[in-house]
Each structure stands twice: as structure tokens, then as C-alpha cells.
């Protein structure tokens, strides 16, 4: 069964740098999305996107951080300049349309600021 | 806005015995309902969906949950658990008229199952 991939599994990165996550969508789908998940907390929404632009973005989503379709495969997450709190795991779903079609979600990426 | 509860964040049972885990969920709007399981180390995981019609929704291994519009609940339901169920299980909705499909997630449930 074809799955979402999200690369690296744990990054570790020191506070003020710059981190990408990575992830590879179910071929056949078109929108693609973020969340994440501070640990012990619910699992947020951060971004969609779509048809090469951003859909909609939660309030979390602010100007450090940026999402990118740089080719037909990758989806990414970067952001620019990290903090202490952002230090979480970052999910990536794709989903073959919108509407009640169920989002695929990968492993995700743990992602630990120093 | 939405907004899901899961009252429960852990719940102890014993293997082969049937659990209950509980959602409520708040919205002004017509939602799509889902409840995912999280192995460790691993992604969210679909269980099931209510989308429309029947109530009472079948999902994979041997899960099932039923919408209650009045109480606004969708809670999951198994006969007889193992202990491979022991997991993180997340409710989530999404708007119906939301063209992008935005979850809302839960807090989440620690099914813990013993022998």
C-alpha cells in the first residue's frame, strides 16, 4: 500500500538555525498538509496546500515558516530561524482530494531544538 | 471553530475485554468524524470515518464507533481487545464545507491493554 514518507526521522538542530523537513506524498494526491504534535500535547495544524499555493494556515504558521513543492515528489516544511518551542514531531498528510476524503499521514519527523 | 474532547487519557483493560474510548466533539457546522491510532514511533493511522448515513461505523481491526448527533459524541467501541491495540488513539472532525479539510484532533487516548 503506497504511504507517506517524511525524512529525516529526528533532526537535531541548535536554536536560531535553519531546519527543512521533508516528505514525500502518495503519488496520485493533491493536497498535502502539516501538522505537528508538542510532545504530550494534541496534534495541530499548521498548513495545507495546494495546486502549488497555500490553502489555509493556522495561526501557528507564522513568518518563520515556509512550505515548498520543489518538484513532483517532495513536500517540505522549512523554518527559518528555530526557537526552543519548536521543538516537536512534524507530520506531514497527503490526501487524494478535498473534501471527505481521509488524510494519509506519515511517521513523521522529531525535531529537537537545543 | 471546532473543538474535540476526549475525556479519557488513559485507559487501563485487560486483554479480550471490550473498551469503550470516548470523543465529544463542538462545532456550528455540519463535520466529517475520524478516529486515528498512533503505534509507537509511528504516524496516525485511520481507523475509521463517518461521512453520512448509518450511525454505526465499521473500521479496521474490529473497531467500530457510533455518531450520536444529539450528544454530539462519536465514540469508539471494541468487543474484545489484544494487546497489539495498546496505542494512542486520536479523535479528530473536519468541517463538511471546508473545501481543504482542516482536522481537528483531540488530546488523544492511551489505550493500555494487560494480560
Known sequence: EPEVTQTPSHQVTQMGQEVILRCVPISNHLYFYWYRQILGQKVEFLVSFYNNEISEKSEIFDDQFSVERPDGSNFTLKIRSTKLEDSAMYFCASSVRRGNQPQHFGDGTRLSIL | ?115
Do not use: M
Open chain 2, 1 to 115: 471553530a471546532q473543538s474535540v474532547t476526549q475525556l479519557d487519557s488513559q485507559v487501563p483493560v485487560f486483554e479480550e475485554a471490550p473498551v469503550e474510548l470516548r470523543c465529544n466533539y463542538s462545532s456550528s457546522v455540519s463535520v466529517y468524524l475520524f478516529w486515528y491510532v498512533q503505534y509507537p514511533n509511528q504516524g496516525l493511522q485511520l481507523l475509521l470515518k463517518y461521512l453520512s448515513g448509518s450511525t454505526l461505523v465499521k473500521g479496521i481491526n474490529g473497531f467500530e464507533a457510533e455518531f450520536n448527533k444529539s450528544q454530539t459524541s462519536f465514540h469508539l467501541r471494541k468487543p474484545s481487545v489484544h494487546i497489539s491495540d495498546t496505542a494512542e488513539y486520536f479523535c479528530a472532525v473536519s468541517e463538511v464545507n471546508t473545501g481543504f479539510q482542516k482536522l481537528v484532533f483531540g488530546t488523544g487516548t492511551r489505550l493500555l491493554v494487560s494480560p
